[in-house]
């Protein structure tokens, strides 16, 4: 059972955030994680930025800037691209 008042949704601006990263190439999907409510990326970041945390094996973990707070997400990427993806994620959502 998922813990209560922590949810799976996100704001539209992130949704169209969602959509530019899903239509690289060499992007398999985004998956959704968990929101905290009253957290930031940092001053001057108006929602939907994104800001990449660390590359993994198979993907990307980031996270975005919603209406509310921070929404995780985890771009699953195709083996060995990682790198290159984070770079035109950076220069897609920059």
Same mark, same amino acid.
């Given at each position: 059972?998922?813990?209560?008042?922590?949810?799976?949704?996100?704001? &539209?601006?992130? #949704?169209?955030?969602?959509?530019? *990263?899903? /239509?690289?190439?060499?992007?398999?999907?985004?998956?959704?994680? %968990?929101?905290?409510?009253?957290?930031?990326l940092g001053k001057n970041k108006a929602t939907g930025a994104? &800001?990449?945390? #660390?590359?993994?094996?198979?993907? *990307?973990? /980031?996270?975005?800037?919603?209406?509310?707070?921070?929404?995780? %997400?985890?771009?699953?990427?195709?083996?060995?691209?990682?790198?290159?993806?984070?770079?035109?994620?950076?220069?897609?959502?920059?």
């Amino acid at each position: 059972m998922p813990s209560r008042g922590r949810h799976q949704s996100t704001s &539209k601006e992130c #949704r169209r955030t969602i959509e530019k *990263i899903e /239509a690289l190439d060499g992007v398999s999907g985004v998956i959704i994680g %968990l929101s905290f409510g009253g957290k930031s990326l940092g001053k001057n970041k108006a929602t939907g930025a994104l &800001k990449v945390q #660390r590359i993994e094996p198979g993907g *990307i973990k /980031a996270a975005t800037q919603s209406a509310k707070g921070l929404q995780e %997400l985890f771009i699953r990427t195709e083996n060995g691209r990682e790198q290159e993806i984070a770079e035109k994620i950076a220069e897609l959502v920059g």
